[in-house]
Antibody
Framework: EVQLLESGGNLIQPGGSLRLSCAAS????????MSWVRQAPGKGLEWVSS????????SYADSVKGRFTIARDNSKNTLYLQMSSLRAEDTAVYYC???????????WGQGTLVTVSS | EIVLTQSPGTLSLSPGERATLSCRAS???????LAWYQQKPGQAPRLLIY???SRATGIPDRFSGSGSGTDFTLTISRLEPEDFAVYYC??????????FGQGTRLEI
């Protein structure tokens, strides 16, 4: 059974930094593209970032480019999102998602809440 | 940049009725890269349909997807009480790499 467990969400002041983690199990982590998707309170879904199986290629939404860094450790079956220069508009539940071969997000974690506020 | 527009914003129906949700793209693209998700309050989204018309594992056959080009549809043939939720369509392309529609709320 695929399991994705996010952690690291917290209340952080504007301009601060935070690192999210996603522990994966139940599948061959090193064989799949992984992504982060976020959802602001009461709003829709927004793709944030993706990373290829080996970690050699990354992609970002324009809204986070230059501030967020996605990474993975295939030896630990863990996905990361390093967030810096955080803004109020980054407040959201952040989901870790496993991307399938049809470029859909086949499995999702339960999410971790990041609140950016002074 | 492809923008996905879902309609209606809110759909009010009763159990047993048929639901038709629309997702329209600002540009035509390959249907292989269109997916639908269901999200219930306090839960993560769940994949329903990928490749525009293929049901994900464990999804009941009352859910079906269709469409191509710029117009895609999610149909729920006979609504069950547990189907009342928010539904999103999603596209894979470029700049941004993935985009979502704004969602359709299906309410009783």
């Amino acid at each position: 059974e695929v399991q994705l467990l996010e952690s690291g969400g917290n209340l952080i002041q504007p301009g601060g930094s935070l690192r999210l983690s996603c522990a994966a199990s139940g599948f061959t982590f090193s064989s799949d593209v992984m992504s982060w998707v976020r959802q602001a309170p009461g709003k829709g879904l927004e793709w944030v970032s993706s990373i290829t199986e080996g970690g050699d290629r990354t992609s970002y939404a324009d809204s986070v480019k230059g501030r967020f860094t996605i990474a993975r450790d295939n030896s630990k079956n863990t996905l990361y999102l390093q967030m810096s220069s955080l803004r109020a508009e980054d407040t959201a539940v952040y989901y870790c998602a496993l991307r399938g071969t049809s470029k859909s997000f086949d499995y999702w974690g339960q999410g971790t809440l990041v609140t950016v506020s002074s | 940049e492809i923008v996905l527009t879902q309609s209606p914003g809110t759909l009010s129906l009763s159990p047993g009725e048929r639901a038709t949700l629309s997702c329209r793209a600002s540009q035509s693209f390959g249907s292989s890269y269109l997916a639908w998700y269901q999200q219930k309050p306090g839960q993560a989204p769940r994949l329903l349909i990928y490749g525009a018309s293929s049901r994900a594992t464990g999804i009941p056959d009352r859910f079906s997807g269709s469409g191509s080009g710029t117009d895609f549809t999610l149909t729920i043939s006979r609504l069950e009480p547990e189907d009342f939720a928010v539904y999103y369509c999603q596209h894979y392309g470029s700049s941004p790499l993935y985009s979502f529609g704004q969602g359709t709320r299906l309410e009783i």
